[in-house]
């Protein structure tokens, strides 16, 4: 079964900029589209990013555009985002996965941003 560690969340005033990566186990991860997701108190867990196995084909969600990018490593099993012009709207636990879901969730990362 493969699991997914977060890691790269924080604290940061609106306009900075953090780096989130995902580790994957297993050897499966590289024949996968993965994504970012977000989820807030209250709210439905909702599309960031997204990249399919090669690694040549993004997409994002309106909200984050022109500011995140979603990029892998299939030798190492790692998808990342990197968020640039943070906005305090932004604030959520950031969990990856393949784009579909079908993996056991992460435990995710906190992305706080103070205005």
């Known amino acids: 079964q493969v699991q997914l560690v977060e890691s790269g969340g924080g604290l940061v005033q609106a306009g900075g900029s953090l780096r989130l990566s995902c580790a994957a186990s297993?050897?499966?991860?590289?024949?996968?589209?993965m994504g970012w997701f977000r989820q807030v108190p209250g709210k439905e867990r909702e599309f960031v990013a997204g990249?399919?196995?090669?690694?040549?084909?993004?997409t994002y969600a309106d909200s984050v555009k022109g500011r995140f990018t979603i990029s892998r490593d299939n030798a190492k099993n790692t998808v990342y985002l990197q968020m640039n012009s943070l906005k305090v709207e932004d604030t959520a636990v950031y969990y990856c996965?393949?784009?579909?879901?079908?993996?056991?969730w992460g435990q995710g990362t906190q992305v706080t941003v103070s205005s």
């Open positions: 996965n393949t784009k579909e879901g079908v993996w056991a």
């Open positions: 990249i399919i196995w090669s690694g040549h084909i993004t």
């Open positions: 297993g050897r499966t991860f590289s024949t996968y589209a």
